[in-house]
């Protein structure tokens, strides 16, 4: 790994950390405002429709100029944002409508921001170390997110909004002050924004994409993984273990923290064991795994232990796998989809994968919500176990030798 990169996932995670502490902090200051979920619900709304909104545009503008420029500009954007809104908390005059105002824009440049940082990487790392690269992202991108809403937290308790905006806006200018230090350069013919047609170059994307199998194998790949894991593993499972289980808030963190804490661990791993990544075995064995380990979490969930400790200790271990398999499965997948993706689309076929995900993820939430509420948590993840195993055994493991193993 050279310099460059490491001055990359440096200003990453930065900006990744002030937005955990931001994610944080303005929730906070609402319902400190208002008291009210109707307040806080109406933001969190709109925020995450001007997400899915602006996202395949801002794949766009990723594309078509220079991805370390767009990583400055918006970092010192994002520090000059933060400071300005410091400034109107200070005064006392931020209200309800200048926050959601704020945080739709602090969406859309932030989206432009991981749209284009996602593009670069295969620009700035040499192709066998991509697997090496993304572990390291998914750590910076890990430990950002523990620490973000932590350090949100503490930094709204003790000082304000407004410092917390204060010390967040100069902490993203250091940030695009040290990307100016990548050594980076920009191949693609200067176009000016109104000479983009974005309907093109959406369906150009789109038609990038749908023509080239491989990269189709290696969406919904994603998408099976992600669309079957997150809702057990981070949307549903409070509820999981609160109903079924027993279990108090203090253990929901717990597990949590868990979860979290095997994410680490097998990006941490994968620096070391990147050879044996690749392997059928590995493959397969990593998303069995993760379907055993849901499995089991299913079978275990509803034990009647009175002592919750040690039901603690019996569910946790199937936790920790799942962060584990999961995030060296989905190294593997990335690593190869950007193999396979030409420099002048990477940001649009990416962004295209991350909504796939978005909204297959959606569609597993409305059905789990669905179901949950008329059966058991044992019945729905064996449910859902059920279908996985299905579609790995009839899609994704022949795929995988078709797309992966033969290349």
Not at 44 to 67: E, G, R, W
Not at 225 to 244: E, G, K, N, W, Y
């Amino acid at each position: 790994m050279n310099k460059n990169f490491y001055l990359y996932l440096s200003g990453r995670f930065v900006s990744r950390l002030g937005d955990s502490i931001q994610e944080i902090g303005f929730p906070l200051l609402i319902l400190k405002m208002y008291g009210t979920a109707a307040a806080l619900g109406s933001t969190t709304i709109f925020i995450a429709i001007s997400d899915i909104v602006v996202k395949p545009f801002v794949s766009v503008i990723a594309d078509k100029y220079n991805k370390k420029n767009i990583m400055v500009s918006i970092d010192l954007l994002s520090g000059v944002l933060c400071l300005f809104v410091g400034f109107l908390a200070l005064k006392g005059i931020l209200s309800l409508p200048l926050i959601i105002i704020y945080l739709i824009i602090q969406s859309f440049i932030s989206s432009l921001f991981l749209s284009a940082s996602r593009a670069m990487v295969p620009e700035i790392v040499k192709e066998n170390n991509y697997e090496k690269a993304y572990s390291l992202m998914s750590i910076s991108d890990n430990l950002s997110s523990i620490s973000g809403p932590t350090l949100g937290g503490l930094l709204f308790a003790f000082f304000g909004i407004e410092y917390l905006l204060f010390i967040n806006g100069i902490s993203f200018i250091i940030s695009g002050i040290s990307e100016l230090f990548i050594n980076y350069e920009f191949k693609n013919k200067k176009v000016k924004l109104k000479e983009i047609n974005f309907y093109k170059e959406l369906k150009e994307g789109l038609t990038y994409l749908f023509k080239r199998k491989k990269l189709v194998y290696f969406s919904l790949t994603n998408v099976i993984l992600f669309s079957f894991s997150i809702p057990i593993t981070a949307t549903f499972l409070p509820l999981m273990l609160q109903r079924d289980g027993g279990f108090n808030d203090s253990y929901i963190g717990f597990f949590k923290s868990v979860s979290t804490l095997g994410t680490l661990i097998g990006a941490t791993l994968l620096l070391f064991f990147r050879k044996h990544l690749g392997s059928f075995k590995f493959f397969v064995s990593s998303y069995l795994l993760i379907n055993l380990s849901m499995f089991m979490i299913g079978i275990t969930i509803s034990m009647n232990i009175e002592n919750k400790i040690l039901h603690f200790i019996i569910i946790a271990p199937f936790i920790l796998m799942i962060g584990f398999f999961v995030i060296s499965s989905s190294v593997l997948i990335s690593s190869n989809y950007q193999r396979n993706v030409d420099n002048k689309v990477r940001a649009r076929i990416g962004d295209f994968n991350v909504m796939a995900i978005e909204i297959s993820s959606i569609f597993s939430i409305l059905m789990g919500s669905i179901l949950l509420d008329r059966i058991s948590s044992r019945t729905y993840i064996i449910l859902v176990c059920a279908i996985n195993l299905v579609l790995l055994l009839t899609y994704v493991f022949p795929g995988y030798k078709k797309y992966i193993q033969k290349n």
